[in-house]
């Protein structure tokens, strides 16, 4: 198989080149290296193999409809976004450019290159908005009200993959993902609440905790994702499935469980809740357990020691 990955130098977008070149599939990673970062793709790129091609492009551009005409990727792994909530609603025609006509760049890409599916990387944890929490784990089937302007793109890419699919029969997969945690991920970019929580336990300083501290999210680790997105490149076509655990985990739950992880005294500091954050998220797997065969198997400490171990070089 052939296949192109966009947001390829990404934290969950390096990782996915890697279980592709490891299965012995020939890859073509796209990014704009804005948030991603060659040094995900060291590895791969040191191991002196041909199977994979790197191509410095924005998905804004005229020319990854021509890369991929050229390349004709049998899938594509469409994983670059801006993926900042905050900066969405700073700056949502930016948010919009990147997300939506990017998105719409890629299938354009993929109906010129000939391409058998698009793999989508959605939002679970921005689609379906402010939840009931007599409604978590949330399923797909619930209302999708996004409460931003990154919400609202990705549920306009997934809109548009449903349209490409009748109109030109390029067949898709849309993964809503939960809070996606691993190695590779930038305490300082857009990155998620452990891998900033990481940065500041082995730097022995303090967490900051925004609000009360019990709004909960649904980790899910980087592995267990990408085993979903190539599972998705040969089933599951034309839905939208929920990958997370379907567990509520609160962020004081979290802090407490990284400071006993990484051997160090619990230090909180809270500072005031942020403005639109949501309260409470969680996904339901069992719609890809039904279609994929995929469920998630790594638990939060296990994987919280990879996260310590890949910024100690220890391994654990």
Not at 50 to 75: G, K, N
Not at 76 to 100: E, G, K, M, T
Not at 172 to 190: I, K, M, S, T
């Amino acid at each position: 198989m052939r296949a192109l990955v966009t947001g390829g130098a990404g934290f969950i977008g390096s990782t996915l080149v890697d279980r592709l070149l490891a299965e012995g599939h020939a890859v073509d990673a796209v990014d704009d290296l804005s948030t991603g970062s060659l040094a995900n793709l060291a590895d791969a790129r040191a191991a002196g193999r041909h199977e994979l091609t790197f191509h410095q492009l924005d998905v804004r551009s005229d020319e990854l409809v021509e890369l991929m005409a050229r390349r004709r990727p049998d899938v594509v792994f469409h994983l670059a976004a801006q993926a900042d909530v905050r900066v969405s609603v700073q700056r949502p025609i930016f948010d919009a450019l990147v997300n939506v006509v990017g998105t719409v760049r890629v299938l354009e890409g993929a109906r010129a290159g000939g391409s058998t599916r698009v793999v989508f990387a959605a939002s679970g944890g921005t689609l379906y908005g402010e939840v009931d929490p007599s409604d978590l784990p949330a399923r797909e089937g619930h209302p999708h009200q996004p409460l931003s302007p990154y919400g609202v793109s990705k549920k306009a890419g997934i809109d548009y993959l449903v349209a490409y699919r009748q109109l030109h029969a390029v067949e898709f997969c849309a993964l809503a993902l939960a809070n996606v945690y691993g190695p590779r991920q930038d305490p300082h970019g857009e990155a998620g609440v452990v891998a900033i929580f990481a940065e500041h336990l082995l730097a022995d300083e303090p967490l900051t905790v925004y609000g009360d501290g019990e709004q909960t999210r649904d980790f899910v680790y980087v592995d267990d994702v990408v085993d979903a997105f190539v599972r998705a490149s040969t089933r599951g076509g034309g839905l939208l499935l929920n990958i997370g655990t379907g567990r509520q985990v609160s962020v004081n739950e979290l802090a407490t469980v990284m400071a006993e992880r990484a051997g160090r005294q619990r230090s909180v500091v809270h500072a005031p809740a942020r403005h639109g954050e949501l309260r409470a998220s969680a996904l339901d797997p069992e719609r890809a357990a039904i279609h994929l065969g995929w469920r998630p198997w790594t638990e939060l400490a296990r994987g919280v020691d990879s996260v310590l171990a890949s910024r100690t070089g220890t391994r654990r």
